[in-house]
């Protein structure tokens, strides 16, 4: 999302969507279960053809289609002069148990 806020606004309710843990995942599970863990999960990318850096893009809750020329020749750039674009993809995992 980081490469995709250089080119446009990323939409308040996708922004306010990554709350969700916070505000609702975190709360069922304190109310639902004894014990429970989430595991924060940072995932490197690396992208060496920007038609697939543009597939997941497409793929996103921020697509803008007016946005995509101008990411693809930063995406092209980054290949050319790192063999490579590389970035962060953020996610969670929870496991929970009951007594």
Do not use: C, W
């Not at 709360?27 to 863990?37: A, G, M, Q, R």
């Amino acid at each position: 999302m980081e490469i995709a806020r250089k080119f446009h606004a990323i939409p308040p309710q996708v922004d306010s969507s990554f709350e969700f843990r916070s505000k609702v995942v975190e709360p069922f599970f304190k109310n639902n279960f004894s014990k429970f863990e989430i595991s924060f999960l940072k995932n490197p990318q690396s992208i060496a053809d920007s038609n697939q850096f543009i597939e997941f893009y497409r793929q996103t809750t921020y697509y803008v289609k007016e946005a995509e020329n101008g990411l693809r020749v930063f995406v092209e750039n980054e290949i050319n002069e790192n063999g490579t674009l590389k970035f962060n993809k953020y996610s969670y995992a929870v496991t929970a148990e009951r007594s």
